[in-house]
Nanobody
Framework: QVQLVESGGGLVQPGGSPRLSCAASGFTVSSYAMGWYRQAPGKERELVATITRAGVSTNYADSGRFTISRDNAKNTVYLQMNSLKPEDTAVYYC????????????WGQGTQVTVSS
C-alpha cells in the first residue's frame, strides 16, 4: 500500500528556512521520480521541484530558494526551503510521479506552510 506522509510545515517567519519531509512506504523512492507541489489559497496546484530516479533535481518555482533531495536509506524525500516569503504560503504536497503517461498518481495529505511575522 503506497503512502506518503508530509511533515515539517507550520508557521514560519519571513526569511525562514524550514525543511519539509515526505516519508514514503509501500515502495522505494529511488525507483520513482518524486515531486513537491504547492497550492496557495484560491490558486491552482503548482509544481515546485522534482527529483528523478537517477537523483537529478529540478526546480520550477523561484529556483535557487528551494532544493529537493532524497535519502534512500530513510525512504524519504525532502524540500529545503530558504528565504521564505509570504507568497510562499501554501499547502505543500509530495507526489509519486507515474512511471508512464496515464499512470496512477499518488499524493500525500499535504502540510501547511504559513509565512508570516
Amino acid at each position: 500500500q503506497v503512502q506518503l506522509v508530509e511533515s515539517g510545515g507550520g508557521l514560519v517567519q519571513p526569511g525562514g528556512s524550514p525543511r519539509l519531509s515526505c516519508a514514503a512506504s509501500g515502495f522505494t523512492v529511488s525507483s520513482y521520480a518524486m515531486g513537491w507541489y504547492r497550492q496557495a489559497p484560491g490558486k491552482e496546484r503548482e509544481l515546485v521541484a522534482t527529483i528523478t530516479r537517477a537523483g537529478v533535481s529540478t526546480n520550477y518555482a523561484d529556483s535557487g530558494r528551494f532544493t529537493i533531495s532524497r535519502d534512500n536509506a530513510k525512504n524519504t524525500v525532502y524540500l529545503q526551503m530558504n528565504s521564505l516569503k509570504p507568497e510562499d504560503t501554501a499547502v505543500y504536497y509530495c507526489k509519486r510521479e507515474p512511471l508512464f503517461v496515464g499512470g496512477i498518481n499518488y499524493w500525500g495529505q499535504g502540510t501547511q506552510v504559513t509565512v508570516s511575522s
